[in-house]
């Protein structure tokens, strides 16, 4: 889906009242250490038939004004002040039983994650009915519903789909049924958290096609939570930004992200990856010796069998694949989820044992477990992952964590905590960092405890799979100049897994892009985003949210 302005005319005089009020609204959280102040006194309205875009990193406020406009906030956060009128009502004011008919029928709200929003023992066909049944309406009547909204959804083969679990379904698809959840009591208001965040770009530009199509054809109003300025380029009317719990700027979409007044919007602003930004000029020596090299690979992940004597069918999730790594290199690997990225760096480093073909590192074959290889082949080769707080252990500090990796590198012990000084100084964190736990320490902090763990054994090639996904945009943009700055200073390679087109234009040299287990594509990152030859790339890059060319 091509980037294009939708329709920014800001509401006439003759515009009527406002679907939702919100009236200086404050919310705190009564920890052991103090009172924290989430969101201050903030005031917004969001217009019959309008989309809202709510827009902040982690930490400004704006999930916990939904939950609070919700009457959803998990203890200890507490209302202190405000009110929050929709359709006339101060819904802060209503019994309990009554709020509770509104949620849901009246309002309803789509989560980032659909996984976790769906009950994973029921069919996908009764949680959408369960929603109306809830509300009043009678099983067959609430049955036929279902059917109706997963058409409007796009959920194709009904009569099978409405069957199924939510486990059977794809990321995109569980979001749809989430969706029709939703929209099932015809509800006024959609609040829309984050709903994209943990999709593909393909899903995600289906994703918002579909949200804009419902509130054209069904005039709901929608409030819609995002860090992802793109994203709200491409389907919002109006914007507000927060920050620290605050509203720091307001207005219509086009006048915000074209003329930025604030300094937060414009460090926002300028933090994005743009699809228009300036290439990588210091191509890396492509006559050296390859630092990796993939030739025919296969994995084959279907270890089920058919019957006590039949053996599996194969299910090659990398069927195929030929790439190489050059030293100093950062090769990004682009494709949606399950086409066998990650697979293929699993089968790498050593997880995934290998069905056919060849991995070289450093010219030397290798397969089978990484336990099996050579100590300088493993330590050449080095992980970083994409959630930084679940590979870090909770109970070891930031120095436990890089001395137990300098231990396995063969450093010596009563070296080990001035190489570990070294390693935090090199991802930009000071000695105090040390003897810190995984909890204190913000996303982008853990990524680089990570990044620096990775360094620890003065690896070629690091493989970093989706290591800025999960971070605001701001702390991305630190977490790509560091990676680049350490390439650098240090002739690090990387395999960089990502399926954020804009970001793998920033940071790569070359681009090799994978479809169902095969590599479609390859070439240097100016071919592959100025003349690709792939409809399968075409696909990726016309999806891909471009703020530059929003209002071109």
Aim: a negative charge.
């Amino acid at each position: 889906m091509t980037a294009t302005a939708p329709d920014r005319s800001a509401p006439s005089s003759s515009t009527p009242a406002p679907l939702l009020d919100v009236r200086e609204l404050a919310v705190a959280f009564d920890l052991p250490t103090g009172t924290v102040d989430a969101v201050k006194n903030v005031s917004f309205q969001v217009q019959p038939g309008r989309i809202l875009g709510i827009v902040g990193e982690s930490g400004s406020g704006k999930s916990v004004t939904s939950r609070a406009v919700m009457r959803m906030l998990r203890e200890p956060g507490r209302v202190v002040n405000g009110s929050v009128e929709f359709d006339g009502r101060d819904i802060l004011a209503l019994p309990e039983r009554e709020m509770r008919s509104v949620r849901g029928r009246d309002i309803a709200m789509v989560f980032q994650d659909p996984q976790a929003a769906l009950n994973p023992s029921m069919r996908v066909g009764e949680q959408v009915a369960e929603a109306l049944e809830t509300h009043g309406v009678g099983k067959a009547e609430a049955r036929e519903r279902a059917r109706e909204l997963f058409h409007q959804v796009g959920i194709p083969d009904v009569d099978r789909t409405i069957e199924l679990y939510p486990h059977e379904f794809s990321g995109g698809m569980r979001q749809r049924v989430v969706i029709a959840i939703a929209l099932a009591n015809r509800p006024k208001l959609l609040i829309a958290d984050e709903p994209t965040t943990a999709l593909d770009v393909t899903i995600q530009a289906q994703i918002l096609a579909l949200l804009k199509d419902l509130q054209e054809q069904l005039g709901i109003a929608v409030l819609f939570i995002t860090h992802d300025m793109a994203v709200v380029a491409e389907l919002c009317d109006d914007v507000i930004v927060m920050r620290h719990g605050e509203i720091v700027e307001r207005g219509d979409v086009r006048s915000i992200l074209a003329r930025p007044q604030h300094p937060y919007t414009i460090a926002l602003m300028d933090a994005i990856p743009k699809m228009d930004s300036a290439l990588r000029d210091d191509a890396p020596d492509d006559r050296a010796r390859p630092v990796l090299e993939v030739r025919d690979l296969k994995t084959d992940v279907n270890t089920r069998r058919r019957g006590l004597i039949a053996r599996p069918v194969p299910f090659f999730a990398v069927d195929g694949v030929s790439l190489r790594v050059e030293p100093g290199e950062t090769l990004a690997l682009v494709g949606e989820s399950g086409c066998g990225k990650s697979t293929l760096s699993r089968t790498i480093v050593g997880i995934n044992d290998p069905a056919a073909g060849e991995i070289l590192l450093d010219g030397e074959r290798v397969s089978g477990p990484a336990s099996g290889r050579p100590r300088r082949l493993t330590r050449m080769v080095q992980y970083v992952f994409q959630d930084p707080y679940s590979s870090l252990n909770p109970r070891r500090t930031a120095g436990q964590s890089l001395e137990e990796a300098l231990s396995v590198a063969g450093v010596p012990k009563r070296e080990t905590r001035a190489r570990s000084l070294e390693l935090l100084s090199r991802v930009r964190l000071g000695p105090e960092y040390l003897d810190r736990y995984p909890y204190a320490f913000s996303g982008g902090q853990r990524q680089r405890i990570g990044i620096a763990r990775a360094l620890a054994t003065d690896p070629r090639l690091i493989i970093l799979d989706e290591p800025v996904s999960a971070l605001d945009v701001s702390i991305q943009a630190e977490i790509l100049e560091l990676l680049t700055q350490l390439q650098e200073d240090f002739g690090v390679a990387y395999l960089f897994i990502s399926h954020d087109l804009a970001v793998v234009r920033e940071i790569s040299h070359r681009v090799a892009v994978m479809y169902k287990g095969r590599i479609v594509e390859q070439g240097t990152t100016e071919e592959i985003f100025d003349r690709p030859q792939h409809a399968y790339t075409k696909t990726l890059l016309s999806a891909t949210p471009d703020l530059g060319k929003a209002f071109a």
